[in-house]
């Protein structure tokens, strides 16, 4: 059974969300605010965590940091906040996913399911030793490590992901559509700007040249 840590103050939402995930089959525990969920988490060892952006004492995105600083998790945010700069500070302390507020249960759940998803793809990955390469832009799947002109740069599970979909196949242009399917596991229309944020995160982090926006179809890894 999957542990599923959720940090929510709000009681309302947080029990409504237990009780889901509860009934998905899920192993859940709930804390309310930083300071108990940093304790909740070293204690029960989630194998993912929903959380709150906005929390009493240390706000969500310190929390995120502490947690993978001390051991990596896949997490999925939620905000109340709709700006992008928000949602992008987020995905840069290390969350992987986020769902705006509110937020119907059936999407926050297709969410953990397909953040589980992930792992386990990222697992087998990990058997995989060969390398990519494009440009300057190398990609070690085994490792999960990437560099750039041969500096290695820190990405989220969710960047690395979507990075190697792409190098897959450098040069096709991939849709929205798809890469929601291939790389977050569901397709939602309104969830499109998910993949428009991870895209801007990999520009900040490789340059703003190495994935071509094709505008109205979708996103392709530059040939070099």
């Not at 300071?35 to 194998?47: I, R």
């Not at 300057?136 to 969710?158: K, N, S």
């Amino acid at each position: 059974m999957k542990r599923v840590l959720v940090v929510e103050d709000d009681d309302t939402i947080a029990l409504a969300v237990r009780d889901r995930l509860t009934a998905e089959g899920f192993d859940v525990r709930v804390a309310a605010d930083g300071e108990s969920a940093l304790t909740a988490y070293g204690g029960s060892e989630p194998d993912l965590v929903v959380l709150d952006r906005l929390l009493p004492g240390l706000d969500g995105l310190e929390v995120c940091r502490r947690m993978q600083a001390a051991r990596p998790v896949p997490v999925l945010m939620l905000t109340a906040l709709g700006e992008e700069t928000d949602m992008l500070v987020g995905l840069g302390v290390g969350a992987d996913d986020y769902l705006a507020k509110p937020f119907s249960m059936r999407e926050l759940v297709a969410r953990v399911h397909a953040l589980l998803r992930r792992v386990e793809r990222a697992a087998r990955l990990a058997t995989e030793d060969t390398v990519i390469r494009v440009g300057d832009v190398e990609i070690d799947p085994a490792a999960r490590r990437v560099f750039v002109a041969g500096r290695e740069t820190q990405l989220t599970r969710t960047e690395f992901d979507l990075l190697h979909r792409l190098a897959e196949r450098p040069g096709q242009v991939f849709e929205r559509d798809r890469l929601l399917s291939d790389v977050w596991g569901f397709t939602e229309a309104a969830a499109t700007r998910t993949v428009d944020s991870h895209v801007r995160a990999l520009r900040r982090k490789l340059g703003p040249d190495v994935v071509r926006t094709v505008h109205g179809v979708g996103y392709a890894l530059v040939r070099p």
